[in-house]
């Protein structure tokens, strides 16, 4: 199956500094997802990125499909985001897409 | 909120003990998804259901069922627990099968801790 590789594992920014989170997966996909989990637990949807860019607030994604890896952007951050970010693509099983396979994150603390 | 709604939030029961946790998908959303997420293993796939009829399963034990209703909810059945079935589990929907794509969104998940 899909391989998924996040990094940094762990990152700590004082308020208001931009970061890039990486993530890595070792075989085609055409679907992957980003994910923020806030310290309560709950999954927040962030991207739906197969391909190419997309913004949302101070939020950005990237996903070169080719090269078989994805960045999140997070400019000027703020407390609320600190969580562990999560990038899930989904691979082929069998002619058809599968299911989600989750990284092992990277847990962002913003200090204030 | 992502419009997938589980019940119940948190659950403490013994081992040996048997829980069902229920998921109600989006309105709309066709297939179900459940995933277990452990301090050891992290984020893992269980089971997926499309429109009533199993589709995919993934690390699911041999002590946990699930099915989807002819409604859409779907119920998570586990069994025999055991301590390390602690565990947050959630719940997932989205509008299309495996075969198309789209975004999957997750409920806030089910807090189980067996002692």
């Known amino acids: 199956g899909i391989q998924v590789e996040q990094s940094p594992p762990d990152l700590i920014l004082q308020e208001g500094a931009n970061s890039t989170l990486r993530c890595n997966f070792s075989d085609s996909v055409n679907n992957l997802q980003w994910f923020h989990q806030n310290p309560w637990g709950q999954l927040i949807n962030l991207f739906y990125?197969?391909?190419g860019t997309k913004q949302n607030g101070r939020l950005s994604a990237t996903t070169v499909a080719t090269e078989r890896y994805s960045l999140l952007y997070i400019s000027s951050s703020q407390t609320t985001d600190s969580g562990v970010y999560f990038c899930a693509p989904r691979g082929w099983y069998g002619g058809s897409q599968g299911n989600l396979i989750f990284g092992k994150g990277t847990k962002l603390s913003v200090k204030p | 909120d992502s419009g997938v709604t589980q019940t119940p939030k948190h659950l403490i029961t013994a081992t040996g003990q048997r829980v069902t946790l229920r998921c109600s998908p989006r309105s709309g959303d066709l297939s179900v998804y459940w995933y277990q997420q452990s301090l050891d293993q992290g984020l893992q796939f269980l089971i997926q259901?499309?429109?009533?009829?199993?589709?995919a399963k993934g690390n699911i034990l041999e002590r946990f069922s699930a099915q989807q209703f002819p409604d859409l909810h779907s119920e998570l059945n586990l069994s025999s627990l055991e301590l390390g079935d602690s565990a947050l589990y959630f719940c997932?929907?989205?509008?299309?099968?495996?075969?198309?794509?789209?975004?999957?969104?997750f409920g806030e998940g089910s807090w189980l801790t067996v002692v």
């Open positions: 997932a929907s989205s509008v299309g099968g495996a075969a198309s794509g789209n975004t999957i969104y």
């Open positions: 990125i197969p391909s």
């Open positions: 259901y499309y429109n009533g009829e199993e589709r």
